[in-house]
C-alpha cells in the first residue's frame, strides 16, 4: 500500500483523545500519513481513496514505549542465575558483573553488531502495536560509545518501521576511568559529551541517574543546565531506590518526565503536577527487582499527574520486550485501571517524548500511527498475559503486518 489516501473503516476505534474515546463503527481518512478526518463509517468521505476494511477490529493510537535502553551488547542471565543461587550483589559486582558488564560488552561491539543485537529485541515491540520508542545511551559512559549508542538507535528507525526517540543519558553510572572522580566525569558530560553529541544531532533529550548509586542531585543539576544551554528538554531517573528530591529537580527544569518514582514523596507529587511532569511507571524493573515499594499511583492520579507506562528493556533490571505485559503489571501490581495503563502508552507516553502534538492519539492532524486489534474491548489489552491479539500496525498510513522482521 503507498502513500496517499486511505480509509480506514469497519473499525471499533479507542481514539484516547478523552478517556478510551470509544467510538464504534468508525472510520479514519488518511492523507499523506496524516489524519485528516475521524468519525462514524456510514459519514466517511471515501472519494478517491484506497479503502481497507478492518473486519470489526479495534484501532488504537500506535503504542510507545517511552523509556527503553533497549541498545546494548549482551546479557546478564548468567548473573540473574548466580543471584537465584545466591550470590549477593557485591559478589558480582567484585567478579566484574553488573552495569559494568553491560558497559565492556557495548564499549567492544561495533555499530553494526549493536543494531543487529538490538533489533529483535525492537521487533518484539513492533509486533506487540508499538511504533515510536524511545532508546537511551548510558552504556558507552565515554564519547565514542555514547555517539555509537545513539547513531545505531537512530539506524533502527530506517531498518524497520519505528520512530525512534533518543535520550543521552552520560550521568547514568561512574566509568571505571573515573572511580573516586564523580565530579570530573559530570564535567566531561556537561562540556564535552553532551555539547558534541548535540552538535551531531544525535540528542533529542537529556537524561540521568539521580541515586546514591548514580549522582546526587547537584551533579544532575548540572548536567540539566547543560542540557538547557543547548535548548534540549530533560527527563529523570528519579526515586527508584531513595528519594533524592529528583521529582522536585526534573519539575524545576519543566522537564518531560521523571521515571520509577517507588519512593516519591508528596512534595514530588506535587511539584510534578505543577509542572506537568509526566510520571512514567516501569512495573519490568519493579518486578525483575521483586522490589516491595509501590510507585504512589493514587496519590499522583489525585494530582492529576499523567501517567506513562513503559518497558524500562535493559539487560541487568528490566530485560522486558512486552508493552503489553508492563500494561498488564501496571495493573496488577499498582492497580492502574486498563484505560490508565493504555493511556499511559499511548497519550501519556507522547507527552513524555513531547510529541503529543505528533502521536499518542487518533485526532485529525496527526500522524497516522496506528494499531489494529482483534479484541471485544480495549480493556483486553491489559487483561491477557502472554497474548498478543495485534493484527496489523500503521506507520504514518501505511499499513503492515504485525511481526516485523528485521532481515526483510
Not at 480509509?7 to 463503527?25: I, K, P, W
Not at 456510514?42 to 484506497?50: F, I, S, V, W
Not at 558530560?189 to 548509586?213: K, N, T
Not at 509542572?275 to 516491595?292: C, E, I, Q
Request: hydrophobic residues 45%; aromatic residues 6%.
Amino acid at each position: 500500500m503507498t502513500a496517499g489516501a486511505t480509509v480506514f473503516t469497519n473499525l471499533h476505534l479507542a481514539t484516547m483523545a478523552d478517556g478510551y474515546g470509544e467510538l464504534r463503527d468508525g472510520a479514519v481518512r488518511v492523507e499523506e500519513g496524516r489524519i485528516v478526518w475521524v468519525g462514524p463509517r456510514a459519514q466517511a468521505p471515501m472519494e478517491g481513496a484506497t479503502i481497507v476494511d478492518g473486519g470489526g477490529c479495534w484501532l488504537t493510537p500506535g503504542l510507545i514505549d517511552c523509556h527503553t535502553h533497549i541498545v546494548h551488547a549482551g546479557n546478564r542471565s548468567g548473573e540473574f542465575e548466580a543471584r537465584l543461587n545466591g550470590a549477593s550483589y557485591e559478589d558480582i559486582a567484585r567478579a566484574g558483573g553488573g552495569i559494568m558488564s553491560t558497559v565492556r560488552a557495548t564499549r567492544a561491539a561495533s555499530e553494526q553488531e549493536l543494531i543487529d543485537q538490538s533489533l529483535p529485541r525492537v521487533a518484539s515491540l513492533l509486533a506487540e502495536g508499538v511504533t515510536t520508542i524511545e532508546v537511551k545511551s548510558g552504556y558507552g559512559l565515554d564519547l565514542d560509545t555514547e555517539a555509537k549508542m545513539l547513531r545505531a538507535a537512530r539506524r533502527i528507525g530506517g531498518v524497520v518501521p519505528v520512530d525512534v526517540a533518543t535520550t543521552f543519558l552520560g550521568a547514568h553510572a561512574l566509568p571505571p576511568e573515573y572511580v573516586g572522580r564523580a565530579d570530573d566525569y559530570i564535567d566531561a558530560v556537561c562540556e564535552q559529551m553532551l555539547p558534541q553529541l548535540a552538535a551531531q544531532g544525535l540528542v533529542d533529550a537529556v537524561d540521568a541517574f539521580c541515586e546514591r548509586i548514580g549522582f546526587s542531585n547537584a551533579q544532575t543539576e548540572r548536567v540539566f543546565e547543560a542540557a538547557r544551554k543547548l535548548g534540549l528538554p530533560v527527563k529523570l531517573h528519579a526515586e527508584q531506590l531513595s528519594d533524592q528530591r529528583g521529582a522536585q529537580l526534573v519539575a524545576r527544569f519543566g522537564g518531560l518526565s521523571a521515571d520509577h518514582l517507588e519512593h516519591l514523596s508528596e512534595e514530588g507529587v506535587a511539584a510534578m503536577a505543577a509542572a506537568g511532569t509526566v510520571a512514567v511507571l516501569l512495573p519490568g524493573a519493579y518486578y525483575f527487582l521483586r522490589d516491595t515499594t509501590p510507585p504512589p499511583v493514587a496519590q499522583l492520579r489525585a494530582a492529576g499527574v499523567p501517567m506513562a507506562v513503559a518497558t524500562d528493556c535493559n539487560p541487568g533490571t528490566s530485560p522486558l520486550t512486552s508493552i503489553l505485559l508492563a500494561m498488564n503489571m501496571a495493573c496488577t501490581l499498582w492497580r492502574l485501571t486498563p484505560q490508565e495503563a493504555l493511556a499511559g502508552c499511548t497519550v501519556n507516553a507522547a507527552r513524555a517524548l513531547g510529541r503529543q502534538a505528533d502521536i499518542g492519539t487518533i485526532e485529525v492532524g496527526k500522524r497516522a500511527d496506528f494499531a489494529l486489534w482483534d479484541i471485544a474491548r480495549p480493556a483486553d489489552l491489559s487483561y491477557a498475559m502472554g497474548f498478543n491479539p495485534c493484527r496489523g500496525v500503521v506507520n504514518a498510513g501505511v499499513l503492515r503486518a504485525p511481526v516485523v522482521s528485521w532481515r526483510d
